[in-house]
Nanobody, 124 residues
Framework: QVQLVESGGGSVQSGGSLRLSCAAS????????MGWFRQAPGKEREGVAV???????MYADSVKGRFTISQDNAKNTVFLQMNSLKPEDTAMYYC??????????????????WGQGTQVTVSS
């Protein structure tokens, strides 16, 4: 079965950096779009970044220039490098898999498989 396991979350001060990882298993990794999403307390889950299997990426406006999504197909892993973190980046971050190879956007409803999440807390 499909499994997505996130790691790398933690607590940092404003301006700091974190690198999230998501290890995928149970399917052929190279056939699907992968994404990172986040959900803050009291808010809806929102898209952060997605990456096609050809390496094409899309980002939410709020993280452009600060976050970078990448992947290592040989290790079935997708990463999210987060720099210049702000308190408003505080949220539970989730890795997810789209049912198709091409990413259609940052839409939560497009993604059918989810990890358990990793908490990111940014203090001012």
């Amino acid at each position: 079965q499909v499994q997505l396991v996130e790691s790398g979350g933690g607590s940092v001060q404003s301006g700091g950096s974190l690198r999230l990882s998501c290890a995928a298993s149970g399917y052929t990794y190279s056939n699907y779009c992968m994404g990172w999403f986040r959900q803050a307390p009291g808010k809806e889950r929102e898209g952060v970044a997605v990456i096609d299997q050809d390496g094409s990426t899309m980002y939410a406006d709020s993280v452009k220039g600060r976050f970078t999504i990448s992947q290592d197909n040989a290790k079935n892993t997708v990463f999210l490098q987060m720099n210049s973190l702000k308190p408003e980046d505080t949220a539970m971050y989730y890795c997810a898999r789209d049912p198709t190879q091409a990413c259609g956007g940052l839409y939560v409803a497009d993604f059918g498989y989810w990890g358990q999440g990793t908490q990111v807390t940014v203090s001012s």
